[in-house]
């Protein structure tokens, strides 16, 4: 087994649960939400559905680099929310976030990024 298999094995497991989290706890997910954007309820369940299916879709040889692409849009798609969680202060249900993880939050999207170009979009 090597590595970039471990790593999409995890990408995928942190995606799926991360999409399966915006059904179980939508609140959390709600809360994030600019509130100059229109119908949070959809856009929280659009991106968990996105997370879930970009996150199998990693496992799957034939759309790996399709669903990495996808996740790596999404990723950016959501990070105006991370940014409004920053700026403002917004602490989702249920959570006590102290401003430096909240400010942390903002380049670990990088990271994840790049993890996720790593192992499922990059020319091999």
Known sequence: MDFAFIARVL?????????VMHFVRPAFFIAIVPPWLPSPKLLVDISGV?????????????VRVAAGWGLIALLWAVFPANIH???N???????????????????????L???????????R
Do not use: H, N
């Open 11 to 19: 990408v995928a497991a942190f995606f799926v649960f991360a999409g």
């Open 50 to 62: 996105c997370e879930i299916l970009g996150g199998i879709g990693i496992l799957v040889p034939s």
């Open 85 to 87: 969680m920053a700026v």
């Open 89 to 111: 202060r917004v602490q989702p249900e249920g959570m006590k976030l102290s401003d430096t993880a909240l400010w942390l939050r903002l380049p670990l999207q990088f990271v």
């Open 113 to 123: 990024m790049y993890i996720v170009w790593w192992c499922a979009c990059r020319v």
